[in-house]
C-alpha cells in the first residue's frame, strides 16, 4: 500500500477539515488547496500550498476555472504501475496527488431555499466533479474522499497503516464519488428540466432521475420466494417510517414497512390524540381521544377486534405505560409512535418479538413531495394527496342539514377514508369508526361490508365514501344500516337520483367537491 504524500483539498461544506488538515500535516502530507479553503487552513496554522501556484496557473472567472490543469488531472489520472503514464509525468513536470478532499457547490440547498435561475447556474460544480471523477477513477492510487463522516475513520486507518490506505478502504471511497456525483447531476437535470424560458412552469420534468439509499435488506419481499430491501430518501423533512429508528424486536419485514407507513400516515392527519391500527395496510379501526392514548386505542380495537389481531399500531403521542398494557393484551405485530416513555419500553420489551419504531417527534411541518408507483416497464408519479378539506367549501346538498355532532363526525370520517383503499366507506360515530368498508369493486358492497364489519349498532352513525356514489343503491344501503349523513365528492351524472334517495331517507348529505381514490 503506497503511502500518502500529497493531498489537494478544495471544500464547500469545511465542516471537520481542520482537525483533518492538521491530522494529515501530522503524517508528512503535502497540502494542495484552492480559494476559501486555502485561507481557513492558512489561518488555522496548517501549511499549504494554493493550487494557482502548484500550477503555475491563476484562479479566474470568479473561481469557474482553478483545478482544471493537466498538473491536477494528470497528478490524479496516472496510473503509477504504468512506465508510460510515469514517464509522461516525468516530462511534464506532473507530481502524483494522492488524496483528494473535494465536496460540491451546494446546488440541491440552493434550489431547495428558491433562488434565481442565475444563481442556481453558478452553483453548478465542475472543477469538483472533474476532480472526483478523476480520482475515483484512478481509485488504485488515489484515496478519494466527499464525506466529512469519513474523515475521522480515514485518519485512523492512516496512523495503523504508517499513512496508507488499504484498497478496500480506496475502492469503498470511490463508490461513494460515483453515488454522488449521479445524485447531483441528477438533482441539476430535474431542475433544468421543469423550465421553459429559464422559468419553472413544469410540474414534472422531461425525464427524472430518483436516488435512494438503501436502509435495510430484508429477509423477503410480499412473499418467502422474493428478493427484498429498504430504500430512503435523502434529507427526510418530515416524521414518518423511513426516518423511524427500531428500538426491539423482530427484523422489519417488506410487509411490515409498507403497514407501518400506512398506521403512521393516517394518524398524522389529526392534530387530537389518535390510535389506528393497520391490517394489509387498511385501517382496522381509528379513533381519536381527550382522555389519552389508551382510551383511542381501545376504541379503535373495538372497532373490529377480531382484524385487529395481529396488526400493527399507529398513535400520534408518546407511548405511556397505559396504553403498552393495552397493547400487549392481544397479540400485535409492531408499534410505530413518535416517542416512548420508559415504563412503556419496560413493558413493550416483554414481547420479545414485537417490533417497536419510534419516528421524530411530531411537529409542524409543511407535507409535499410526490407518491410513486411502479408499474411493469414504467413508474407513476403524482402529486401526494395532501389536500386538506376546506369546511367553507363543502355543499349541503339535501334538505336537512347536518348536525353540529353529525358535522364533526363526517369531518373524521372523510379523514380517515383517505387511508382506505378504493373503494372505500367508512361508518364513523364521533371520534372513532364503527365500520370500514375496503378495496371492493364495488361501492354498494363497500357498503355492505362495512356494515357487516360493524361490531355494534350503526344507528346514529355517518358514512364517508372516497368517491361518489354512482347509483342510488349505495346510499340506500348506508340509510338501511342506521347512518344518518353521508359525506362523498359528489359528482355523479346521477347526482339528482342519489340526492333524492338521501331525501327519501331523511338523511343529510354533504358534497366535499374532492375524491380520495387509494389504489
Known sequence: MAVIKRALISLSDKKGIIEFANGLSGFGVEI????????????????????????????????RLKTLHPKVHGGLLGMRDNPAHVKAMEEHGIKPIDMVVVNLYPFEATIA?????????????????????????????????TDPDDYGAVLDELKKSAGSLSPETHFRLA???????????????????????????????????????????????????????FYVERGIYEPCVSNAAQLHGKELSFNNILDLDAAFE???????????????????????????????????????????????????RIVDEEIAQEITSTFMEAVIAPGYTPDA????????????????????Y??????????SGGLLIQDRDIKEMDENELRIVTKRRPTAEEMRSLTFAWK???????????????????????????????????????????????????AFFPFRDGVDTVAEAGATAI??????IRYDEVIEAANERGLAMVFTGMRHFRH
Open 32 to 63: 494542495l488547496s484552492t480559494g476559501g479553503t486555502a485561507k481557513l487552513l492558512g489561518e488555522n496554522g496548517v501549511k499549504v500550498t494554493e493550487v494557482s501556484d502548484y500550477t503555475g496557473f491563476p484562479e479566474m472567472m470568479d473561481g
Open 113 to 145: 431555499k428558491g433562488c434565481s435561475f442565475e444563481e442556481a447556474i453558478e452553483n453548478i460544480d465542475i472543477g469538483g466533479p472533474t476532480m472526483l471523477r478523476s480520482a475515483a477513477k484512478n481509485h488504485k492510487d488515489v484515496a478519494v474522499i
Open 175 to 229: 463508490k461513494k464519488v460515483f453515488e454522488l456525483t449521479a445524485r447531483y447531476d441528477g438533482a441539476i437535470s430535474n431542475y433544468l428540466g421543469i423550465l421553459e424560458g429559464r422559468k419553472p412552469v413544469k410540474r414534472f420534468p422531461e425525464t427524472i432521475t430518483l436516488q435512494y439509499i438503501k436502509g435495510q435488506d430484508l429477509r423477503y419481499g410480499e412473499n418467502p420466494h422474493q428478493s427484498a430491501a
Open 266 to 316: 393516517t394518524v398524522k392527519e389529526f392534530h387530537e390524540i389518535a390510535a389506528v391500527i393497520i391490517k394489509h395496510t387498511n385501517p382496522c379501526g381509528v379513533a381519536l381521544s381527550a382522555e389519552g392514548l389508551a382510551d383511542a386505542y381501545r376504541k379503535a380495537r373495538t372497532a373490529d377486534p377480531i382484524s385487529s389481531f395481529g396488526g400493527i399500531v399507529g398513535v400520534n
Open 345 to 364: 419500553l419496560e413493558v413493550l420489551k416483554r414481547s420479545k418479538n414485537l417490533r417497536l419504531l419510534q419516528t421524530p417527534i411530531l411537529a409542524k
Open 366 to 375: 409543511h407535507p409535499g413531495g410526490v407518491d410513486m408507483k411502479k408499474v
Open 416 to 466: 380517515v377514508c383517505k387511508h382506505v383503499k378504493s373503494n372505500a366507506i367508512i361508518y364513523a360515530l364521533n371520534d372513532r369508526t364503527v365500520g370500514i368498508g375496503a378495496g371492493q369493486m364495488s361501492r354498494v358492497d363497500s357498503s355492505r361490508i362495512a356494515a357487516i364489519k360493524a361490531h355494534g349498532s350503526l344507528t346514529g352513525t355517518v358514512a364517508a365514501s372516497d
Open 487 to 492: 359525506i362523498q365528492p359528489g359528482g355523479s
